[in-house]
């Protein structure tokens, strides 16, 4: 083929076409180097032809994948995603791919001649050039063209580093044609390394920290990551006074090396499963044994041992030597999710979040690919994972709102996990205690299977609630009440018993509103048309949405008025009331985060 179709990672909803070179050979779903304007990009080749394209064309410079790293399955929903969010494609397939490790962007600079002549006249008395210019961009100018004088070009980085300049001088310069510009990205080796402790000997005097330290070591074989061993309850310098006198010796290894001979073996199941537990996992089994795409919703109270079917469903997908992918909607819960399944599955088990370090992901991302992780756990990026053999997707905690994309490329986790359920023939599982409106309707038209699981494991009670109308508080005390007579009392039940008590309040800040009573505006953002919330320990106005802030006003900006009013509670506001009726209290109060 003499040309291929290229989505590239810019704001443009279109493919670019370049030629093949002789000897190259680019495939399908594979990501490629290409010149792209002043610049260069890696993008996905979509497609290899021959038709001839109507504008002269640039060569592919490098191909980076001799394989595709896009199936032809994701490739499919990369391309719906952005025909049903709208979305540029080339910004699809960049989210769906976490190997920026793998990408090292060098812009490099050099000194032309209109330079050096520059760099001889900039001491010439009366020079036009030197009247339209303030003395401190001369002299940045001075000293990026002296130092580029000196010899070879300069990457842009140690050009900065070196004359303290921003970006912007340094674009000023390529437009005067006194420097150029040149981009020299290109692939790099990602290998993560990490620092491995190798027991030398274990005979001779030791104290009791680096016995146990040595025992460790011996107890794993003789080889244990450093970073394991931090766990031990044992100073630091401990290892470092070993390594002295020659009981260990710390080396530097590739992660996937370490991995390799540290092997975490699986552990049994062991839950006892009540009828409804059991019901729903004989479908789910059911569902992926047919082999046809099937949407489920298990709707099971808090409590109901959702996981537990997750994890057995899991666990026979597995022993079919199939795949399967677990989301869950915070970076925070991947961690307790992770461990129950590195219980279960060992090192089958792979994590894709956003915490990992570019690094991290990759070498998951590259674990996932080979085939070495068949159980995938993460958040909404983990959706897109290269399993092979995809035969189950869960999402767990399908309600939540962290499944939404909030920047370019925006989409929902959970609709595209039921849409590449759907386009590779496997099930999708979405579980919730309070489904969404729009999951359970489709359960109940019988779009999705609903799985319900009503009681909790044991028959354990459910907390007992009590809804307080604050409206009758107010009848029967004849003040506003925040906190109410019973509540209160609560409260001060738990403190004399010496046990903790944690308030919840979904408002941030100390006042949600900022009201003029003479004429009744509010204090809004300009940029959202939305309250600003007063922020009484920082003193400040904040916009909750883009994060503008604001003086806190003395006056009414419309009116000119000083009768402002800060109405409603936050939390800030609330921790400040309930110090004040329980003084006695210790508190922590994380008033600044949801």
């Not at 180097?33 to 610049?39: A, C, D, T």
């Not at 049903?84 to 910004?91: F, K, R, S, T, V």
């Not at 958040?379 to 909030?406: C, G, H, M, N, W």
Request: positive net charge; proline residues 4%; hydrophobic residues 40%.
């Amino acid at each position: 083929m003499e040309f291929c179709d290229v989505a590239l990672p810019v704001p443009l909803d279109m493919a670019f076409t370049y030629g093949v070179p002789e000897g190259m050979e680019p495939v399908v779903g594979g990501r490629v180097l290409v010149p792209f304007r002043q610049q260069r990009l890696s993008g996905i080749v979509t497609e290899l032809h021959d038709r001839t394209p109507a504008v002269q064309t640039k060569n592919v410079i490098r191909v980076l994948d001799g394989a595709p790293v896009l199936d032809a399955q994701l490739l499919r929903l990369g391309q719906w995603i952005a025909g049903y969010y709208l979305a540029p494609i080339g910004d699809v397939f960049r989210s769906m791919l976490p190997l920026n490790a793998e990408f090292k962007k060098t812009i490099s600079y050099s000194i032309t001649e209109a330079g050096h002549t520059a760099l001889h006249a900039a001491g010439t008395v009366g020079s036009s050039a030197r009247a339209r210019r303030t003395p401190e961009e001369q002299l940045n100018e001075i000293n990026v063209l002296e130092y580029l004088s000196e010899g070879e070009p300069a990457r842009e980085q140690t050009l900065r580093s070196a004359t303290r300049v921003s970006k912007a001088v340094l674009a000023g310069m390529v437009r005067k044609r006194w420097v150029t510009r040149a981009d020299l990205s290109d692939v790099r080796d990602a290998t993560r390394t990490v620092k491995v402790a190798v027991l030398q000997s274990a005979e001779g005097k030791l104290n009791a920290n680096q016995q146990t330290l040595v025992d460790r070591l011996a107890a794993a074989g003789g080889r244990v990551a450093v970073d394991a061993l931090q766990e031990l309850e044992v100073p630091r310098t401990t290892l470092a006074t070993l390594v002295k006198r020659g009981f260990i010796e710390v080396l530097e290894e590739s992660a996937e090396l370490v991995r390799s001979k540290i092997k975490v073996r699986p552990s049994p199941l062991n839950f006892q499963f009540n009828s409804a537990q059991q019901e729903a996992l004989k479908t789910i089994q059911a569902g992926v044994t047919a082999g046809k795409f099937s949407g489920m919703l298990l709707h099971g109270v808090t409590g109901s041992g959702k996981t537990a079917v997750y994890l057995a469903a899991m666990r026979s997908v597995l022993e079919a030597g199939r795949s399967a992918i677990l989301l869950v909607p915070e970076i925070g819960l991947t961690p307790a999710v992770a461990a129950d399944l590195h219980s279960v599955f060992g090192d089958e088990v792979a994590i894709l979040h956003s915490a990992l370090s570019d690094q991290e992901r990759a070498e998951q991302w590259h674990r996932i690919k080979r085939g070495e992780a068949r159980m995938v756990v993460g958040t909404r990026s983990a959706v897109f994972a290269p399993v092979s053999d995809l035969a189950l997707i869960i999402v767990d905690e399908e309600q939540d709102s962290s499944y939404k994309q909030e920047e370019m490329p925006r989409y929902h986790a959970r609709d595209v996990a039921v849409m590449r359920a759907k386009m590779a023939n496997v099930i999708a599982v979405l579980g919730s205690a309070t489904p969404s409106l729009e999951s359970y309707y489709n359960a109940k038209k019988q779009k999705y299977k609903l799985l319900e699981m009503p009681d909790r494991v044991e028959q354990r009670p459910l907390p007992e609630v009590e809804i307080i109308d604050m409206r009758l508080e107010f009848q029967e005390t004849g003040q506003e009440q925040v906190v109410s007579r019973q509540l209160a009392a609560e409260i001060q039940q738990r403190l004399e018993r010496k046990e903790q008590v944690m308030v919840l309040l979904n408002r941030r800040g100390y006042s949600p509103v900022a009201l003029c009573r003479a004429c009744g505006k509010k204090l809004e953002c300009r940029n959202c048309a939305i309250s600003l919330t007063h922020h009484k320990r920082e003193h400040r106005m904040v916009c909750h949405y883009c994060g503008f802030t604001a003086a806190v006003p003395k006056a009414c900006a419309h009116c000119g008025s000083e009768y402002v009013y800060f109405l409603g509670t936050g939390s800030e506001k609330l921790e400040e009331l309930l110090h004040g009726m329980f003084p006695q209290a210790n508190s922590i109060c994380s008033w600044g985060r949801r």
